[in-house]
């Protein structure tokens, strides 16, 4: 089956830096995906890690070390906005040709003045 | 500029009721989803579809059933609904690939 931990909350003061870590467990790895979710609406993608590394768009970086079964999202310049909860989930292949979600429980981001 | 529908938005059901949540997408997906989602669970998959007429289950599959006649439509069925089944529900399309779009939601009360 398909795991994965991280933080269930986390607080950050506005213009500071905040680092959501996940780790995982799972067959078929493909990469890691991170997506945001506002209360009340519904969840928008981040960003997509198939490779080890940092992929940075705009002020959200995504960074992913298969070795480790670990990635993590950074956010910068945090902004009341961000107020929010980061779901990390993995993309993994599950037979038959075809591929799934499967996401953390999640973390709620609250970003204090 | 559609993207993923559901609908509908809202519903109340009574214990043993059945009902149909339909998602609609219009950007040539292969891949749909359903999720559910839970207070402190994340998104929990139900099933998803790889392509037309295909279907398979995903983690919590059961008192649920799906189809998938067109490629553009997604159909979440629940014959007899209990209490247990009072979730907001979420459908999501993709290219085969982590990038998931999702709908704006459906929430399901069952009483």
Redesign the interface.
Same mark, same amino acid.
């Given at each position: 089956g398909q795991s994965l931990e991280q933080p269930s909350e986390v607080t950050a003061v506005e213009g500071a830096i905040v680092q959501i870590n996940c780790t995982y467990q799972t067959s078929g790895f493909y990469g890691l995906s991170w997506y945001q979710q506002h209360d009340g609406g519904a969840p928008t993608f981040l960003s997509y890690n198939a490779l080890d590394g940092l992929e940075e768009t705009g002020r959200f970086s995504s960074f992913l070390s298969r070795s480790d079964s670990y990635g993590y999202l950074l956010l910068q310049e945090l902004q009341m906005k961000d107020s929010a909860s980061y779901f990390c989930a993995v993309f993994s292949y599950s037979g038959a040709g075809s591929y799934q979600l499967t996401f953390g429980k999640g973390t709620k981001l609250s970003v204090i003045p | 500029n559609a993207g993923v529908t559901q609908t509908p938005k809202f519903r109340v059901l009574k214990t043993g009721q059945s009902m149909t949540l339909l998602c609609a997408q219009d950007m040539n997906h292969e $891949?749909m989803?359903w999720?559910r989602q839970d207070p402190?669970?994340? +998104?929990? +998959?139900i099933h $998803?579809s790889?392509g037309e007429g295909t279907t =398979?289950k @995903?983690?919590v599959p059961d008192g649920y059933n799906v189809s998938r006649l067109k490629k553009q439509n997604f159909l979440l069925g629940l014959e007899s609904a209990a209490p247990s089944q009072t979730s907001v529900y #979420?459908c =999501?399309s993709?290219w @085969?690939?982590?990038?998931?779009? #999702? @709908?704006? @939601?459906s929430r399901l009360t069952v009483l």
């Amino acid at each position: 089956g398909q795991s994965l931990e991280q933080p269930s909350e986390v607080t950050a003061v506005e213009g500071a830096i905040v680092q959501i870590n996940c780790t995982y467990q799972t067959s078929g790895f493909y990469g890691l995906s991170w997506y945001q979710q506002h209360d009340g609406g519904a969840p928008t993608f981040l960003s997509y890690n198939a490779l080890d590394g940092l992929e940075e768009t705009g002020r959200f970086s995504s960074f992913l070390s298969r070795s480790d079964s670990y990635g993590y999202l950074l956010l910068q310049e945090l902004q009341m906005k961000d107020s929010a909860s980061y779901f990390c989930a993995v993309f993994s292949y599950s037979g038959a040709g075809s591929y799934q979600l499967t996401f953390g429980k999640g973390t709620k981001l609250s970003v204090i003045p | 500029n559609a993207g993923v529908t559901q609908t509908p938005k809202f519903r109340v059901l009574k214990t043993g009721q059945s009902m149909t949540l339909l998602c609609a997408q219009d950007m040539n997906h292969e $891949y749909m989803y359903w999720y559910r989602q839970d207070p402190g669970m994340g +998104l929990r +998959l139900i099933h $998803y579809s790889v392509g037309e007429g295909t279907t =398979a289950k @995903g983690e919590v599959p059961d008192g649920y059933n799906v189809s998938r006649l067109k490629k553009q439509n997604f159909l979440l069925g629940l014959e007899s609904a209990a209490p247990s089944q009072t979730s907001v529900y #979420f459908c =999501a399309s993709s290219w @085969g690939t982590g990038e998931l779009f #999702f @709908g704006e @939601g459906s929430r399901l009360t069952v009483l």
